[in-house]
């Protein structure tokens, strides 16, 4: 097979919510899921688009989460936004939250929302950019379950453990980056082994210990963090902000808790949100121009800004559609006759 085919972003869309509600997914869930996936094919990213949606619907068909859970918004005077996911994916429980933590930061300078209870899969940056699109600059992180080393260990112990951080930019696309602190996505990895090819050297260790190229081998075994100790620290600093202290599982209580890595992580979130003119207001300067001043300089060097790859994708996608393969389609429409009879 190897005829592909091109679907508008709306049609790709609606493909993958009739796959969530198909396999028992409520048309709330199943709409966010597929606003989040169907973003990821859109930017070109691979990893987090519609190869996603197979590892969803395991992750319902092995109980692990829940697919009518009706999030809850709790929000007092101060700067915490609370959203108890109750078993569900965190992307509705974004969604609802999200107006409420964009409302408490332009009223106080900066505000942060806990997600609790909740599995998530996705990139951070579709988050990141309902926020930026407000105005506001953020930060997002969450665990992951543990497949990481530590710098200078050999076993699984840290999650991958995104980081994601986004300013936003009148009439231009926002500044944003999200990358996992491990040397790749997992995803990455399973991609590797689909493709039948090698890893890069330095990705990942094998359940001995020792460095491997081969994507079995490493799912097996650990990955790596990028950038040494300094990933490594990073990412346990991550552990302690969104799971220890916003009361969550960490990457390793949740691998315990799922017991396998082939379903979506269950953990808590944290994203913090800043109001740029607040912070900027009492210096009688405007912070979104100074801000276009260091971009300048950065591309005048020819220098490229993260996501501007993902933003031309975007743009290609948007005036002619998001290809899938053959087998890509396929996938999805078994997904969407058979529902989870159709998920190994």
């Not at 319902?60 to 009706?70: C, N, Q, R, S, T």
């Not at 980081?163 to 009439?171: D, E, Y």
């Not at 740029?276 to 800004?305: C, H, S, T, W, Y």
Request: net charge negative.
């Amino acid at each position: 097979m190897s005829q592909s085919t091109v679907l508008t972003i709306e049609a790709l869309t609606l493909v993958v919510e009739e796959v969530f509600r198909a396999g028992g997914f409520s048309a709330d869930h199943a709409a966010a899921l597929g606003r989040v996936i169907v973003s990821g094919e859109r930017d070109g990213c691979k990893s987090h688009g519609v190869y996603r949606v197979e590892g969803c619907l395991r992750t319902l068909k092995m109980g692990k989460v829940v697919p009518d859970a009706i999030p809850v918004v709790t929000a007092d005077d101060s700067a915490i936004v609370r959203v108890e996911a109750k078993g569900g994916f965190a992307n509705l429980a974004f969604e609802q939250g999200a107006p409420v933590l964009a409302e408490r930061a332009r009223a106080l300078g900066l505000a942060a929302m806990v997600i609790n209870d909740c599995s998530h899969f996705s990139a951070l940056w579709p988050e990141i950019e309902i926020l930026t699109d407000q105005g506001l600059a953020a930060i997002a992180m969450c665990p992951s379950y543990a497949t990481v080393a530590p710098t200078g260990g050999t076993e699984p112990l840290l999650g991958t453990n995104p980081l994601a951080f986004g300013w936003p930019r009148p009439g231009k696309n926002p500044y944003v980056f999200d990358f996992a602190t491990s040397v790749a996505a997992r995803g990455e990895i399973e991609l590797y082994r689909r493709a039948g090819k090698p890893l890069p050297e330095g990705w990942a260790l094998d359940a001995n210990g020792q460095p491997t190229t081969d994507p079995e081998a490493a799912l097996a075994g650990a990955m790596l963090t990028f950038g040494g100790h300094k990933g490594s620290a990073i990412s346990t600093m991550i552990e302690l902000l969104a799971g220890i202290m916003i009361g969550d599982m960490t990457s390793p209580e949740a691998l315990e808790f799922l017991g396998v890595t082939t379903i979506a992580p269950r953990h808590g979130e944290l994203i913090i949100a800043f109001s740029p003119e607040k912070f900027a207001a009492n210096r009688g300067q405007n912070a979104f121009d100074r801000a276009e001043v260091l971009f300048e300089a950065i591309m005048g060097q020819g220098a490229r800004l993260p996501s501007q790859r993902r933003f031309a994708a975007r743009a290609e996608a948007l005036t002619n559609g998001i290809t899938l393969t053959a087998e890509e389609m396929a996938q999805l429409e078994r997904l969407r006759t058979e529902g989870l009879a159709a998920v190994s």
